[in-house]
């Protein structure tokens, strides 16, 4: 089945700062890519995806890239704010046309952002 | 529009007993996937029902069980309960309808079995 690794697992940079989080794929088939974060105590939340015929994405401060061939995609947060701190999930699905579904979404470890003001 | 709800947010239950969760997907959302988060195991999937079907299972026991209804409600059930099935149960409704394929998850059961 698909594994995902997520790195690093803390990540604590200053205000203003860039972070990068990065995650590695196993299964070449997957091809839905999508972020999560989690403030303390609350729902994981979708900050952006990005499918497998796409090689980057942006949305204001937050961008992600996939290398297919690497089987790799990046989270890059710029100009961070104190409020940018949260555990980032990373996640990977193989999804099929009209909604047919090939596996279940499955989630990195999780990163532990800390951006100091 | 409304975003997924879950009942309970908190249970307390005792070893070998019981529990239904229920959760109500975004309107126009027909699936519904249920994950267990622990801060041992992070995020494990369980199972994803989408047309009252289960399409997909993850790697739990038996013990492990759940239902789709016609309206897109879900429910799970975990039986004979177990002290490791402390966790906060979370559901994600997707729409499934157009290449769109995004998960939102709901606020989560946290269950606690002593």
């Known amino acids: 089945g698909e594994n995902v690794e997520q790195h690093p697992s803390t990540l604590s940079v200053q205000e203003g700062d860039s972070a990068v989080i990065k995650c590695t794929y196993s299964d070449s088939a997957s091809n839905y890519f999508p972020w999560y974060k989690q403030e303390l105590g609350k729902r994981p939340q979708l900050i952006i995806d990005?499918?497998?015929?796409?090689g980057e994405k942006k949305d204001q401060r937050i961008a992600v890239t996939l290398n297919k061939t690497a089987k790799h995609f990046s989270l890059h947060i710029t100009e961070t704010q104190p409020e940018d701190s949260a555990v980032y999930f990373c996640a990977a699905k193989r999804e099929g046309a009209g909604g047919t579904s090939y596996g279940k979404l499955t989630f990195g470890q999780g990163t532990i952002l800390t951006v100091h003001p | 529009k409304a975003g997924v709800t879950q009942t309970p947010r908190y249970l307390i239950k005792t070893r070998g007993q019981q529990v239904t969760l229920s959760c109500s997907p975004i309107s126009g959302h027909r699936s519904v996937s249920w994950y267990q988060q622990t801060p041992g195991q992070g995020l494990q999937f369980l199972f994803e029902?989408?047309?009252?079907?289960?399409?997909n299972k993850g790697n739990f026991p038996g013990r492990f069980s759940g239902r789709q209804f016609s309206n897109s409600r879900s429910e799970m059930n975990v039986s004979t309960l177990e002290l490791g099935d402390s966790a906060l149960y979370l559901c994600a409704s997707s729409p499934i309808f157009r290449g769109r394929y995004e998960q939102y998850f709901g606020p989560g059961t946290r269950l606690t079995v002593t």
């Open positions: 029902y989408f047309s009252e079907t289960q399409r």
């Open positions: 990005i499918r497998s015929n796409v």
